[in-house]
């Protein structure tokens, strides 16, 4: 495990901005699409650093150097990420068309993205813990909004497999 931090540049962040304001608010967004901005921001630089191209489906969001499809989940947060945090994917999204998931975490003043790893899809359902909206993360106190699948960072395989074309 290893994760890649990544400085975001004014240029990057202007064309999230108008990529967030094109998007609207998705429906069941956990955030209402207050995250948009950073969604858009770990696209593009899982993209960048992957060679992926940017598909812009509701099913998936790159087509990895392989050809095979990645969905990318992007958390906003106020600290560098560790080993220990958590992924997350929301209950209403796992019947998503994709082979592979990609996490990342964006600092709120939108400045540093950090590339916390990748898992192929069926990998992350087998090996995550499923948790209800209103229950408390044990490790954390956090109070769950939805129902979702969660995996420790220090659980996922590194990005830069994924750089190297390794099959999802």
């Known amino acids: 495990m290893s994760i890649v931090e990544i400085p975001i540049p004014e240029s990057l962040r202007k064309v999230a901005r108008k990529k967030a ?21 770990g696209e593009m630089v899982v993209a960048a650093y992957t060679g992926a191209e940017i598909a812009d489906q509701y099913d998936y969001d790159l087509i990895l150097p392989n050809g095979s499809r990645a969905e990318v989940k992007t958390k906003r947060t106020t600290v560098f990420p560790d080993a220990s945090y958590e992924c997350s994917i929301a ?26 790893g990748w898992m192929p899809r069926q990998e992350y359902f087998e090996k995550a813990t499923f948790h209800r909206a209103g229950e408390v993360d044990p490790d954390n106190d956090f109070v769950f909004k939805a129902d979702c699948y969660n995996l420790k960072v220090a ?11 390794e099959a999802a």
């Open 21 to 41: 304001g094109e998007v609207g608010t998705l429906r069941n967004s956990i955030t209402k699409g207050s995250g948009n901005v950073a969604g858009a921001l």
């Open 91 to 116: 209950a209403y999204n796992t019947a998503q068309l994709t082979e592979a998931y990609c996490f990342v975490r964006v600092l709120n003043s939108l400045s540093i993205a950090f590339i916390l």
């Open 155 to 165: 659980d996922l395989w590194p990005i830069q497999s994924l750089k190297k074309g």
